[in-house]
């Protein structure tokens, strides 16, 4: 019998794929009662690892919304690498505080009465209280703080976007129509300046957002509009030239984008800028007194205003509650190294090239 011959590259690739495949989908790992909980884990982890590493199309989707629904308000956070959950729940207690300032009591008791399932009647009202005991007392407790995660949980929402360092708090309709994330940030930036904590640990930056459409210079021209006339108002007064009109209020406009090149960064500065009035504002860069982001993040564009940019150190929570010494200290080390200059020739060498 003639002996077969050597299998060509393209053979041995396509061989050894298949046993690869049938190894890692067909074995199972015996399940004895003798071995422990602890080896099973290990063993099945390790399984897992085998797949992962020849066959990487077989790991599970992330389930998290890597887009933020359009029209959301919330706030748009940056913090370190890996603590960008910790960091968004450190957001929404601070900023269910400053919900509770901005909201009257009236409405927040009529949101309570209406989450709840039902009142106590009138009849359980009018009896007396009978003494209770320790534990009950931190059982009524565990359970108040429950309620209240609840309710936080209602108002705010935390939109994963499948980024480093970045991450979305959403605000529900109701909650964003009853006290505006910018006001809201505002505040929260106040305190930080004056008492010099952030009340989270890795927090970085936080900005507030107002609209979030799809990424076009289109849809960025249709939806700033509202924005910015509700944050630079056209506002004539008798008597007032136009150059005392427009040193009064100033604007700027900050772009940035993640995983997204679909519109330029001019084309999606003008489109802002261009809606802005230049009888009643003008542009500073420096020091403007309204900043309007647009961060471009994977499919989506998240619209935005800031009062007082250079006053709260660009919105970035940490650098702002840092002291002068500390922010002065950070400039020298972040500081760009000044170019070099070209070595000078000398004379003995300028001479040697001219012959």
Known sequence: MARRERWSDDEEEEIWTCRRFYFCTSFSLPSSSSSSSSSSSSSSSSFEKKQLTFFPF??????????????????????EVGKEKQTARDVMRVMLEIYDDIVPSDER????????????????KGQAKEPISIEDA??????????????????FKIVDLDLKACIF??????????????????????????????????????????????????????????IIDKFLPNVEVDGETKEDRVKKST???????????????????????????ADFHKVDLGDPRVAFTCDLIKGCCVLGAARDWKKF???????LAMSEEDKNELMKNSAVAPPRKKPEVLNGAADKEDE
């Open 58 to 79: 077989l790991k599970k989707q992330s389930s998290s919304s890597a887009n933020i629904p359009y029209g959301a308000k919330g706030f748009l956070i940056s913090s």
């Open 109 to 124: 008791d009529a949101e309570k009465t209406k989450e709840d399932d039902g009142g106590v009647g009138d009849a359980e």
């Open 138 to 155: 931190l059982q009524s407790e565990i359970n108040a703080i429950k309620e209240d995660d609840k309710l936080e949980n209602k108002k």
């Open 169 to 226: 708090v959403l605000m529900t309709k109701e909650a964003a129509n009853k006290a505006d994330p910018s006001e809201m940030v505002f505040r929260y930036l106040t305190e930080v300046k004056e008492t010099s904590r952030t009340r989270s640990r890795f927090i970085e930056r936080i900005l507030p957002v107002q609209d979030v459409c799809f990424a076009s210079s289109e849809e960025i021209k249709s939806h700033a509009k509202p």
């Open 251 to 277: 604007f700027s406009v900050v772009f940035g984008s993640r995983y997204n090149n679909s519109v330029p960064r001019m084309e999606a500065i003008d489109a802002i800028a261009q809606q802005v009035s």
């Open 313 to 319: 150190d660009k919105y970035n929570a940490r650098i």
